[in-house]
């Protein structure tokens, strides 16, 4: 008993149950209880009042009872006034098959046993709370029902997992762990934690996620029978801090899932895409920095509230990806980094643990237990909150140990190479096991370099992503766009380099928040011209996504024709609406994407050669291009005319046509345009009466796709 003071004073002691709670000792039934600071302490025994006896002055109470007690005959009266029974009575709660599962990685409900979860114990309801702390000395729990003391519950350790019943609590407590290494204390939030407090307040709150009802099965069904390459997907990104506001403050899930349902099906986008609403402590980050792989972001409600977020999107069809970071984390005390006052779950070494871009921690992917953490964190939100799937963010400097890093601050794997072999070996798992337990799911790249395989099967060597963003095409459509179209004439190829390697994965087209912030202006102030062509020069562009293979990502505001860059901090301009001209553009959004919807050659054959046939790539002298796209039963022409002249009698060579008839046009008065379109188009023919090309107004800036049968 000494030696368990001393261990206790010293706060070094792993195993607490073994000296409190119900014992036998000396063929007597004692309760051992322990309150520093106390000076009585009552118990109800079999439905009676008794005290307990203080033995040590360092708070150590103990109460003799009845031979046939068992743990749940009595009852402890806690400083906090609640009559509850004793935390040290119960057994284990992180049991040995968690252990090893854990320890291999392949939990894969992890996040049901970790953190602090309202649970049924032995009979008794009350809140499980598990940590992974392998290199502490002592782990307690401390929070509202302790009055924040870490000397009152200690946490026993079982294969580095501290755990710890406390019973007759439940939702809405706050909680954080207090870690003793070797000479320091640390206070952390719970890693698995599914509430935090809102910032800058970081503690963990109790919530029990799994007593939503849902009502999107009907949604969910229809995503299992659907082929993801072969269905029209375009995705509207959305800050929904910045997204709208009320008077300043933020909405509410709740509140912008009415809003943002209704908008997204009248603009005809098939998906929101959040940036990341894990918690996050700085709302300058744009979620981007996470210290709460589990929890959604507090800032617009509760975690119920998020999960009537989704299930009210999916019940008007509208799906909900996220934006995922398991890329990097920030050094925030309260958080991650040092957790057990080591490198525990990212890297020792700077040049393998540091990111020197964002000044953030990266994960130790090649240690089990932390890749468990990450996938177990996938999983949860495609179990407990119905996502849709994910944008993996920042996956090339996963790939690469050398990103962003100077000759010398950086570690060759095994063989040599920059390549970071164990996150490569994360990311195969982690896509093997969501599209085994969750095949609708999607999972995309956001990757930014020529690494091979991105979206090829794992089977066949690849890292198994369903999609990959477009980055060069995003970059290279932006650079050609942001030159005026008198000098387009010589940079044509800049245009058309990205179909040389189109169909070498399985693309998706952005316009995203990356390309409207930090100097780079939004999407109508980088086009040339006056006011008129700026917006020709969007309707284009935009048009010319549609158009071109692969699925399509608009971030928000760009469809409303916004100047200014975007701020995280500040509301859209929807006050640009009461502008005819921006009426105009968000009318064009609207009406392209519904137009993309119901027109499968678009989109049929996204990521397959056969879907598209160049018609004429050469015309750099009126900066024009043309080509087809295709599906088993539809067969678009599209020509892009990227220069301001308009030309009344342009010849396209197209040989064995037999009907074409224009079926949209971004030239419309409607959407701003100057109206030169083409109600009929002259067939030409040989001296053989033989139909080989096409003669019709080439508007200005302008697309125009039409719809066109062949001699069969």
């Known amino acids: 008993m000494c030696v368990f003071l001393e261990h206790f004073q010293e706060k070094i002691h792993s195993s607490p149950h073994d000296v409190l709670g119900l014992h036998l000792v000396d063929d007597k039934k004692v309760i051992r209880l322990w309150r520093p600071g106390a000076e009585n302490i ?6 009676s009042i008794v005290q307990a006896k ?16 068992e743990c749940r005959d009595y009852r402890v009266y806690h400083q906090n006034g609640l009559l509850a029974n004793d935390p040290y009575a119960f057994g284990p709660i992180f049991g040995e098959l968690d252990k090893h599962l854990f320890a291999q990685g392949v939990h894969y409900r992890l996040y049901e046993v970790m953190g602090g979860k309202v649970t049924t114990h032995q009979g008794i309801v009350g809140v499980k709370f598990t940590v992974w702390a392998p290199n502490a000395k002592w782990v307690s729990l401390v929070g509202d029902f302790n009055h924040w003391d870490g000397r009152i519950n200690p946490m026993r350790s079982y294969g580095g997992v501290w755990e710890l019943f406390i019973p007759g609590i439940g939702n809405y407590q706050k909680y954080k762990f207090e870690i003793h290494t070797d000479g320091e204390v640390l206070i952390k939030t ?51 801090g910045s997204w709208k506001k009320r008077e300043g403050n933020y909405l509410n899930y709740k509140e912008i899932a009415f809003e943002l349902a209704q908008y997204c099906n009248q603009m005809g986008f098939s998906h929101v895409e959040l940036l990341p609403i894990t918690e996050y402590p700085l709302d300058e980050s744009w979620g981007y920095q996470v210290t709460g792989f589990f929890a959604p972001t507090s800032r617009f409600g509760t975690p119920e509230d998020f999960q009537y977020f989704v299930d009210y999107l999916h019940q008007q069809n509208i799906g909900v990806i996220l934006d995922w970071v398991p890329a990097h984390f920030p050094i925030d005390s309260h958080s991650l980094h040092l957790f057990d006052g080591t490198a525990l779950y990212e890297h020792k070494d700077i040049r393998q643990g540091y990111h020197p871009h964002w000044s953030t921690c990266i994960f130790n992917y090649g240690r089990f237990e932390v890749s468990n953490f990450l996938i177990a964190s996938a999983l949860f939100w495609l179990d407990k909150m119905h996502v849709d799937g994910f944008r993996v963010d920042a996956v090339a400097s996963m790939l690469y ?33 969501v599209h085994q337990l969750f095949p609708f799911a999607l999972m995309c790249a956001e990757e930014s370099t020529s690494f091979t395989g991105v979206t090829h099967p794992l089977e066949k060597g690849g890292l198994g992503f369903d999609l990959k963003w477009n980055m060069g095409w995003m970059n290279d459509s932006l650079q050609y766009f942001s030159k005026d179209p008198l000098f387009r004439s010589y940079h ?14 399985k693309f ?75 009426q ?120 125009m796709i039409f719809e066109v049968q062949f001699v069969s």
């Open 401 to 433: 140990l050398d990103y962003g890093r100077e000759v010398g601050e950086w570690i060759p794997n095994a063989y040599g190479g920059r390549e970071n072999l164990a996150a490569i070996e994360f990311i195969k798992h982690l896509n093997s096991i």
């Open 492 to 505: 044509q190829n800049t245009l058309t380099f990205s179909l040389l390697y189109a169909f070498s994965e």
């Open 190 to 240: 719970d890693p698995y934690a599914n509430y935090c407090e809102l910032r800058p307040a970081n503690a963990s709150i109790v919530f029990d996620i799994d007593r939503y009802e849902w009502h999107d099965q009907t949604w969910r069904e229809k995503q299992l029978k659907r082929n993801k390459d072969s269905y029209p997907l375009s995705i509207y990104e959305v800050h929904l």
């Open 584 to 703: 105009m553009l968000q009318r064009f959004f609207q009406q392209i994407n519904d137009f993309y919807r119901k027109n499968f050659a678009l989109w049929q054959w996204d990521f397959d050669s056969k879907g598209f046939e160049w018609i004429d790539f050469s015309d750099q002298y009126n900066c024009c291009i043309s080509y087809l796209r295709k599906a088993k039963e539809q067969l678009l022409f599209c020509v892009h005319n990227f220069s301001a002249n308009c030309i009344p009698n342009y010849v396209i060579h197209l040989p064995n046509v037999v009907r074409i008839v224009e079926v949209f046009n971004t030239d419309k008065e409607e959407y701003g345009g100057s109206g030169k379109l083409n109600p009929s188009i002259k067939i030409m023919n040989n001296l053989q009466k033989k139909p080989i090309g096409v003669q019709f107004q080439l508007s200005p800036l302008a697309t």
């Open 54 to 69: 203080r033995v040590d002055s360092e708070g150590l109470f103990v109460c003799e009872v009845p031979e046939k007690t």
């Open 42 to 47: 009552y118990l109800e025994v079999f439905g």
């Open 508 to 582: 998706i087209l952005p316009l995203s928040h990356d390309e409207v912030v930090h100097g780079k202006a939004n999407l109508l102030s980088k086009m040339p011209g006056d006011d008129w062509k700026k917006f020709a020069n969007a309707r284009l562009f935009y048009s010319y996504q549609i158009c071109h293979p692969g699925k399509k990502l608009v971030f928000m505001g760009i469809e409303l024709g916004m100047w200014k860059e975007w701020s995280s901090l500040e509301e859209l301009p929807w006050e640009l609406l009461g502008y005819e001209r921006h």
